[in-house]
């Protein structure tokens, strides 16, 4: 199971206009709750995503999971340990939702299988990720970014 810099970096293979999206700061993080379990604790936030292509409709929000299932002595997260994602925006959808939860790097139900519509030789629509490597799409690049700014990883957090 990954953990979020080895997502990150499969990001960077896989979908690179995720990074420039993410840190253009259109994307905004609305909302954090943290919900701790016995055995994770599951990070649900709601991010207003850029809007770029809505046609003038409002922007779409989005809710976004991270869940850590391992911990330090001081009980924080480990960001280098096993994280389950979830988002609900298209891009991980057609880009990581089944190559995470292939790695066991997917939080939640599964999604509903992906059938592709056109050839699989048509260059308009290429495959989204045929390597099948885990990433992350930009909502959960700007929640894991916003946790690490915000000291969410050590013992004086200040998102709570």
């Known amino acids: 199971m990954p953990n979020i810099v080895q997502l990150a970096q499969g990001t960077q293979i896989v979908l690179p206009t995720a990074y420039n999206r993410y840190a253009s700061g259109e994307n905004k993080v609305e909302t954090i709750k943290v919900v701790r379990f016995a055995t994770m ?7 207003r995503a850029s809007g770029r292509d809505t046609g003038g ?25 096993r994280v389950g994602t979830r988002c609900g925006c298209p891009a991980y959808y057609y880009w990581f ?23 699989v030789t048509d260059p308009a629509y290429p495959e989204k990720n045929p390597s099948m490597i885990p990433g992350m ?15 969410f990883f050590t013992s004086d957090r200040k998102v709570a």
């Open 41 to 47: 604790e599951v990070i649900i936030s709601t991010i």
């Open 57 to 81: 409709m409002a922007q779409k929000a989005y809710i976004v999971q991270l869940a850590f299932f391992e911990f330090r002595k001081d009980k924080t997260p480990d960001p280098l340990g």
């Open 97 to 119: 939702s089944e190559s995470n939860r292939q790695a066991g790097a997917s939080y939640g139900a599964r999604f509903k299988p992906y059938v592709r519509k056109t050839p």
């Open 137 to 151: 799409c930009k909502h959960l690049l700007l929640l894991s970014s916003t946790l690490q700014n915000s000291n």
